[in-house]
């Protein structure tokens, strides 16, 4: 087997993890906002120079069986608001009432659409028809819109929706300079639920033109490189596939969602019924719980409260991360949700950014050497942190820096700390996993503030959304309502429509090069008012179950898997204990006016079985994390750093 090669792109750094048997390879790079593909090759040769001694992007390129890619882009975007302005066209004597009964939905709303909704009488005949669809179009372009969705509330919406496309692209082609797109809702979704379906239309229209720029951009450069496979974009359903056959809205929390298939690996290879994760990234902090061996996940999915069509992973993404902007109102810190990113990136990288982030805290208050952070690739600035430090927040709050730093850190744990306590129940059986280049950074902090006394960093803490895509396999998903019909033939319309599911998934598979006698096949049959489906053992019967077999609101799914072979963890559980070796010391502030000398602990120093007690600074080449008095670590052969209160 050839080597696979996993990245996962946030929105500060952009992580790659090259997997071939039992070896793993990684490297971090700063994210290019400007050109993701740019920081997406530049770590491509970065990681090929740790392999190969000598950069070779090309060899990598040739020698990958697969490239797999996740994005934070998606959430990211989502919790910043930055994204195209949106048009809605609805049904005349329709209402966004039905899209805003809820405040979540209410302020999404406002930022995505706004103002910009218009409406059309589809009754009209057909010339006249095409004379309100340019006046529709027109309107809401007017005030703003630079891309437009169609959603219908008619029980036709399908029928109807695909009638004012074809007018809308006769009218407004897309090869005209300054053409605005259009789309319809029920090309992504035929669920019955207006809102459900307009929802999922308006978060995929807001995410498409990033992703297809970046995406299309990336996949054109890895065909110009000679790369034997095509780009595979982890979803956020847990599977992979192709660019072209990946829609926008799948990739809305697909890099938390493959840090997510990594814990439930780590959780059943520890045994761990109850883990509690959370990634800390440059933006977001990603919260999602394992337990009893699975993801929680929603039939509907949710996007920051709002349900969708999809099934999605139950992940929260807080407006908290590495990079977050720090400020105050002069009587309280506000941490996020806006970040600095990697360009300009925190004041003490030294590229222009003018605001308080935790890397300057955590630096300023000597968790982090300027020697070892990043690899030590980076010239960190302590004056331009002190600086941002004492104009921003001590000076407004009229406290000193000391104060400050020790205020400012205690306002970022605590506002992931409630993030996770309003995500999930915390009891005596649940472990804390932390990952992200900022996972560790506070990990014991953390752990107090929510009452948990177990934590997990994984020894690849700094990569480990990337490493969990070695985990995805290469699948297609479909789901589609069943029609009504006369019960006599339901059973005949549950075969067609399985025929047609059947069919999509061949031409699907055969363009990712794979044929569909290679699958394996699962069924599923769901009602609106079901938070899960029931399974169909065997499709082929075309029996509907006796319970659901009334029911008019029935959809039929199929997943479609063409199985990757995954990473796997070094076997854990027989370690001999001994002393960790320590690297070196460091003076680090434990409180105002209180400075310590504590010990380093390299993680590529340690053998398996090394422990050892807080207050400590473990770290290795992309994560740094400060362990408190009353911690202590132990050194797992699998290179985990699994930490207990004492």
Not at 124 to 151: F, H, M, P, Q, Y
């Amino acid at each position: 087997m050839g080597k696979i090669i996993n990245i996962d792109n946030g929105g500060t750094l952009t992580d790659f993890c090259v997997m071939e048997g039992a070896d793993v390879h990684y490297a971090k790079t700063l994210t290019t906002p400007y050109d993701l593909s740019k920081c997406f090759f530049d770590g491509i040769s970065k990681v090929s120079e740790k392999i190969y001694g000598k950069e070779d992007a090309a060899r990598l390129l040739l020698e990958a069986d697969y490239v797999r890619y996740s994005t934070t882009q998606g959430t990211n975007a989502i919790v910043e608001r930055k994204g195209p302005r949106l048009g809605l066209i609805m049904s005349a004597g329709s209402s966004i009432d039905a899209l805003t009964t809820s405040a979540s939905q209410q302020e999404l709303f406002t930022s995505l659409v706004g103002d910009r909704v218009g409406y059309i009488d589809t009754s009209l005949a057909e010339e006249a028809l095409e004379v309100a669809v340019i006046k529709t179009i027109n309107d809401v372009v007017t005030r703003g819109a630079v891309r437009v969705v169609i959603s219908l509330a008619e029980a036709d919406f399908v029928a109807l929706e695909k009638r004012l496309i074809r007018i809308a692209q006769r009218k407004f082609p897309s090869h005209l300079l300054g053409a605005v797109p259009v789309v319809v809702a029920s090309g992504l979704s035929d669920e019955a639920d207006i809102s459900l379906r307009t929802w999922t239309a308006l978060f995929n229209a807001y995410l498409h033109p990033a992703m297809e720029r970046f995406l299309y951009s990336a996949d054109h450069r890895l065909k110009a490189a000679k790369c034997n496979n095509p780009l595979l974009i982890f979803r956020n359903d847990g599977g992979t596939a192709r660019v072209a056959k990946t829609t926008a809205i799948k990739t809305y929390s697909s890099g938390p969602r493959g840090g997510m298939e990594g814990v439930k690996a780590l959780a059943a290879h520890y045994g761990v019924d109850k883990m509690l994760s959370y990634d800390v990234g440059g933006t977001t902090t990603d919260i999602g719980l394992i337990e009893n061996g699975e993801i929680q996940s929603h039939y509907r999915g949710e996007v920051e409260g709002v349900k969708i069509a999809f099934p999605l992973a139950h992940i929260e993404s807080a407006g908290v991360g590495g990079s977050s902007i720090i400020s105050t109102d002069n009587k309280t810190i506000k941490v996020g949700p806006e970040s600095v990113g990697a360009a300009p990136g925190p004041a003490c990288f030294g590229l222009g950014g003018a605001n308080v982030t935790i890397t300057d805290i955590a630096f300023l208050a000597g968790i982090f050497s300027p020697e070892t952070f990043f690899g030590g690739e980076l010239n960190l600035d302590i004056d331009k942190s002190r600086d941002v430090v004492e104009t921003q927040i001590a000076g407004p709050l009229g406290i000193d820096t000391e104060q400050a730093i020790q205020q400012i850190m205690d306002a970022w744990a605590s506002k992931i700390s409630s993030a996770i306590h309003g995500f999930a129940e915390i009891d005596g059986q649940t472990t804390f996993a932390a990952f992200g280049g900022a996972g560790a950074l506070l990990a014991t902090t953390l752990a107090e503030k929510a009452g948990i006394n177990k934590i997990i960093i994984p020894g690849l803490a700094a990569v480990f959304s990337a490493c969990g895509i070695g985990f995805s396999d290469l699948s297609h998903g479909y789901r589609s309502q069943l029609p009504e019909s006369a019960a006599d033939s339901r059973n005949a319309a549950l075969q067609a429509l399985a025929e047609q599911l059947i069919e999509r998934a061949r031409r699907d598979m055969f363009a990712e090069g794979v044929d569909l006698c290679e699958c394996e096949f699962s069924w599923e049959l769901l009602s609106d008012e079901q938070s899960g489906g029931s399974e169909i053992a065997d499709i082929k019967s075309y029996a509907l179950p006796a319970d659901l077999a009334a029911r008019a609101d029935l959809s039929l799914g199929l997943s479609v898997v063409k199985k990757i072979e995954h990473f796997s963890f070094a076997a854990v559980g027989n370690e001999t204990r001994s002393d960790a070796v320590i690297a070196g010391m460091r003076k680090i502030m434990l409180s105002p006016g209180n400075w310590q000398e504590v010990p380093v602990y390299r993680l590529e120093d340690q053998v398996p079985g090394a422990t050892g007690q807080g207050p400590a600074i473990i770290e290795e080449e992309y994560f740094t994390g400060k362990i408190n008095e009353n911690w202590q670590f132990h050194i797992s052969s699998n290179r985990d750093v699994l930490i207990e209160k004492n």
